[in-house]
């Protein structure tokens, strides 16, 4: 059985030192709790870098040993929105090129999400048009862009040339908004706590704004079965039955726009993993692994399907994948 896994991630040395360099001393990398070297914002860790991030032919060697055909990579946070607009187009190239790269070398393993320097509209859809010239499957964004939200209306040209090419979109957590606020400096609350809500809240602001009918072509996928939507959902659709301002932009239901929405599998219960196949169908969901993350194990993610029925599990660990990026 073909086994394609969504979210994977790479980065390169390159990446790390402009990061180092032209962040502003925004991020900075060092080391966290146990030792592990990793990226850090406000003297948060959120991310631990590992060898295989920076390996490619240990990633093929992993994905061997677990069973994965086909990794669709992109880049983590913090991606590429800070520097100057000259900065963030370059580094955007750089990841874009290394990745098409990767993608020529393993061209029957890997496809590649496009970086773009969202912040800045128009470099954004020129690199964009390049990236998909390169081979680029679909584009990884970050809920939010540097502080604002994905509906912000200066996003809005990148969003139209997406919808155009009708393309696959990865909706990844970054630090979110008030992190200095919320004490997330220790116990490694940003990735426990902080990415899930980043991710909740953009998914459901798109919902509520509107966007899913602004943009028809659009397929947005929310990692890590979108955050809490799934739990969520229930209170969305009761504040559109008791408040006017949830029915300002949208005229049904919050949970009418689910079948235009997917998700990946990265879950950690079973109990969870059937909510995410209730809430968003079995037609909705795709295999992920967050591999090479230190959370991120292909094996583990793979048999966390144990027990679905064998047409469920083909198409969330292929069919849906095939459909949505045109494998």
């Given at each position: 059985m073909t086994v394609i896994d969504i979210h994977t991630h790479m980065l390169s040395e390159e990446y790390l030192r402009r990061l180092?360099?032209?962040?502003?001393?925004?991020?900075?990398?060092?080391?966290?709790?146990?030792?592990?070297?990793?990226i850090h914002r406000s003297?948060?860790?959120?991310?631990?870098?590992?060898?295989?991030m920076f390996d490619?032919?240990?990633?093929?060697?992993?994905?061997?040993?677990?069973?994965?055909d086909v990794a669709v990579i992109s880049l983590s946070c913090p991606n590429v929105y800070w520097g100057t607009p000259e900065t963030s187009a370059a580094v955007a190239a750089v990841m874009n090129d290394q990745m098409a790269g990767a993608q020529a070398d393993y061209p029957d393993r890997i496809r590649f999400l496009a970086s773009l320097p969202w912040q800045h509209a128009d470099?954004?859809?020129?690199?964009?048009?390049?990236?998909?010239?390169?081979?680029?499957?679909?584009?990884?964004?970050?809920?939010?862009?540097?502080?604002?939200?994905?509906?912000?209306?200066?996003?809005s040209p990148v969003w139209q040339a997406i919808d155009r090419h009708a393309l696959p979109v990865l909706?990844?957590?970054?630090?979110?908004?008030?992190?200095?606020?919320m004490g997330m400096d220790r116990y490694h609350l940003v990735w426990s706590v902080g990415f899930t809500f980043d991710t909740t809240l953009a998914l459901a602001r798109m919902i509520l704004d509107g966007f899913f009918d602004r943009y028809p072509s659009l397929k947005i996928i929310g990692a890590h079965a979108g955050g809490y939507l799934p739990f969520l959902m229930p209170r969305l659709d009761q504040g559109f039955r008791s408040f006017d301002a949830v029915r300002e932009s949208i005229t049904a239901p919050p949970s009418s726009y689910l079948p235009r929405l997917y998700v990946d599998s990265i879950v950690y219960s079973t109990l969870a993993r059937?909510?995410?196949?209730?809430?968003?169908?079995?037609?909705?969901?795709?295999?992920?692994?967050?591999?090479?993350?230190?959370?991120?194990?292909?094996?583990?993610?793979?048999?966390?399907?144990?027990?679905?029925?064998?047409s469920v599990r083909a198409a969330v660990t292929a069919g849906n994948a095939e459909r949505l990026f045109t494998l």
């Open positions: 180092i360099d032209y962040s502003d001393g925004v991020y900075t990398v060092g080391e966290a709790a146990g030792g592990h070297r990793s003297g948060a860790p959120f991310l631990t870098l590992t060898p295989a490619y032919r240990l990633r093929i060697k992993d994905m061997d040993a677990a069973g994965v470099a954004a859809v020129a690199e964009l048009e390049r990236a998909l010239r390169l081979g680029a499957v679909g584009v990884m964004v970050l809920a939010n862009i540097a502080g604002s939200a994905l509906t912000d209306q200066r996003f909706v990844h957590p970054g630090t979110p908004p008030g992190l200095e606020q059937d909510f995410s196949l209730a809430t968003f169908g079995p037609g909705n969901v795709l295999y992920g692994s967050d591999y090479p993350h230190k959370c991120g194990r292909m094996d583990e993610m793979l048999n966390a399907l144990d027990g679905l029925s064998p």
